[in-house]
């Protein structure tokens, strides 16, 4: 059964299925230089669903937000050990920016990782990406660290968190 979370105009934010998993690739393979292996695509379905939320328009995939969950040290707290959620992906394909999905996919994402007991919520993004940087401003995430050579390229990564009460 499909889980509608949020509709904008005639776009649909859901939770993904199985069936959801290759066009989401596309979009990834579309919009991103970092790909994964089908396996990890099925291994975040079925492990986080709560926070695997695609955005479709007339039956055409528009967007994804894929996410996991880990325990690690606190991004925040000096010494504390958390229950972390970690956006892996989150694309819109370009014809679709700029209309406020790539917003939805982050804050539903969020209620999803709330939903799985999470301290705190962080992601990785290029330091050029200014889009995406602002849009996690935007929703409450801040620069916790910068990650030096992070991606294959070279180039440096922010590491962006936000505290989930
Ligand atoms: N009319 C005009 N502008 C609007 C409207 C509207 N109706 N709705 C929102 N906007 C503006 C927002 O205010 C925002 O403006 P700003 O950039 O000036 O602050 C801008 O549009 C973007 O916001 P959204 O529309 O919510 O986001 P979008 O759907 O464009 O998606 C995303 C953002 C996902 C970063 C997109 O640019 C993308 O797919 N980029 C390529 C892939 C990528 O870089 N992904 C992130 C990598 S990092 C990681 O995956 C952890
Ligand atoms: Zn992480």
Redesign the pocket.
Known sequence: MQVILRQLGDCNIRRAEPSDLIPVMEINLK??P?HYSDYFYESLLAEVPEAFIVAEIGGKHV?YIMCKTEYGFSNFKKLGFVKKGH????????D??????????VEESVKGIKLKNCDEFH????CS????V??YE?LGFVIRQQLNAYYRDGEDAYLMAIEID
Not at 96 to 105: A, P
Not at 129 to 132: G, K, P, R
């Open positions: 919009t991103l970092e967007g956006v892996v992906s989150i694309a819109v394909l370009d679709y920016r700029q209309k406020g999905i790539g917003r939805i996919l992601l990785e993004v290029r990406n200014n889009d995406a602002r849009l935007k």
